[in-house]
């Protein structure tokens, strides 16, 4: 009873610990991917933070990769405007599965979670074994001997009824965790492309390439000022 007792608990903090927040979170990854996937390319920063607005650590996730952003500005009718923003960091370096999956379920204690059901289930058929051979007598009386009988092959029934549940739980575990932590990976991989796929790349070939036209007009102008001088 007791080892069927703490089963029994490890079965329902896995169900409400990990498989219905995992869920959860699947379709609000889900949601999120299909809004990123909505935007196009000019679309500004700002506009994706509202989709990550309702989930703190996705916020906090998308202000970091923001910061990492870089806003290209040129002058037109006076006036600075943004003509386009590039991504100096890849999205999965903030966007991966280490921070949007296990940090928030807790895959690092749920993944042994079958070894512990398989621990237990151990456990329960030795001490059923051992309280059955305990309470069986050897005697002369046929009936104390039938009795013994009977209750040690009950106490084997029961050890060997909770070693199958145990393998049972652990098996189904296994495969609910390991198939949903692969749709929740397949999620944020998918997230992390399709906003990389928003901003365009080489932030640092376009600075090059303004500090190279910045550097040749000031030597024409400063070519054109000795001459005037000379």
Not at 7 to 27: E, N
Not at 65 to 87: F, H, K
Not at 168 to 194: D, G, H, N, P, S
């Amino acid at each position: 009873l007791v080892t069927g007792g703490f089963l029994f608990l490890l079965v329902l903090c896995f169900l409400f610990r990990f498989l219905a927040p995992g869920v959860i979170h699947w379709f609000r990854l889900r949601k999120i991917l299909s809004q990123v996937g909505g935007f196009k390319t000019k679309t500004p920063p700002a506009e994706f933070k509202k989709i990550f607005a309702r989930d703190s650590a996705l916020t906090h996730l998308w202000t970091e990769y923001q910061g990492t952003l870089s806003t290209e500005r040129q002058e037109r009718d006076g006036q600075m405007e943004v003509v386009a923003v590039r991504s100096t960091v890849a999205a999965d370096a903030y966007f991966n599965e280490q921070y949007v999956v296990d940090s928030r379920l807790g895959t690092e204690f749920f993944k042994h979670l079958p070894g512990i059901f398989t621990g237990l289930g151990i456990i329960g058929t030795f001490t059923g074994l051992i309280e059955g051979l305990r309470h069986f007598k050897v005697s002369e009386n046929a009936a104390t001997v039938r009795a013994g009988l009977e209750s040690l092959m009950h106490a084997v029934g029961e050890a060997f009824l909770i070693s199958a549940a145990a393998i049972t739980a652990a098996m189904t575990v296994t495969f609910l965790e390991k198939f949903l932590l692969a749709a929740l990976y397949r999620e944020t991989e998918a997230i992390a492309q399709a906003i990389d796929a928003r901003f365009e790349a080489g932030a640092g070939e376009a600075y090059l390439s303004r500090l190279v036209d910045a550097s040749e007009a000031s030597a024409s102008q400063t070519k054109i000022l000795k001459d005037a001088l000379v």
